[in-house]
Nanobody
Framework: QVQLVESGGGLVQPGGSLRLSCTIS?????????FDWYRQPPGKQRELVAG?????STNYADSVKGRFIISRQNAKVYLQMNNLKPEDTAVYYC???????????????WGQGTQVTVSS
C-alpha cells in the first residue's frame, strides 16, 4: 500500500540542473524519521546522496555538497541538483524511514528509481 514515486529524472548536459520529486502516498504515516535520496551509478553500489530528518536537519554526501539541496513539503521530497557532472549519472531512489502505526517499529520504504543521465 505504501508507495513512493520519483519523477524529474532525465538527460541533462554537464553544468545543468534537475529537480527530482518523490511523492509519498498509500498509507498513513504516524511519523517519518528520515527522508533520503540515494543513487546507484552503473556497476556500483547504492549510496546515500542527501537526507533530511523529520526535524529538518539535512546531510549530504561530500560529492554533492554545495550543488544539491534536499527539501520537503508535506508528502513530497525534492532534490534540487545543480551544476551536474557526468559522475552524477545514476538511478536515483527516494527512501523514507517511517512508522505506519503507533505501536510498531519504523520501516524502510523505497521508490522505484528515476534515471539521471549527465552527458553532452
Amino acid at each position: 500500500q505504501v508507495q513512493l514515486v520519483e519523477s524529474g529524472g532525465g538527460l541533462v548536459q554537464p553544468g545543468g540542473s534537475l529537480r527530482l520529486s518523490c511523492t509519498i502516498s498509500g498509507s498513513v504515516f504516524i511519523d517519518i524519521y528520515a527522508f533520503d535520496w540515494y543513487r546507484q551509478p552503473p556497476g556500483k553500489q547504492r549510496e546515500l546522496v542527501a537526507g533530511i530528518t523529520g526535524g529538518g536537519s539535512t546531510n549530504y554526501a561530500d560529492s554533492v555538497k554545495g550543488r544539491f539541496i534536499i527539501s520537503r513539503q508535506n508528502a513530497k521530497v525534492y532534490l534540487q541538483m545543480n551544476n551536474l557532472k557526468p559522475e552524477d549519472t545514476a538511478v536515483y531512489y527516494c527512501h523514507i524511514l517511517a512508522k505506519t502505526t503507533d505501536y510498531g517499529p519504523p520501516g524502510d520504504y523505497w521508490g522505484q528509481g528515476t534515471q539521471v543521465t549527465v552527458s553532452s
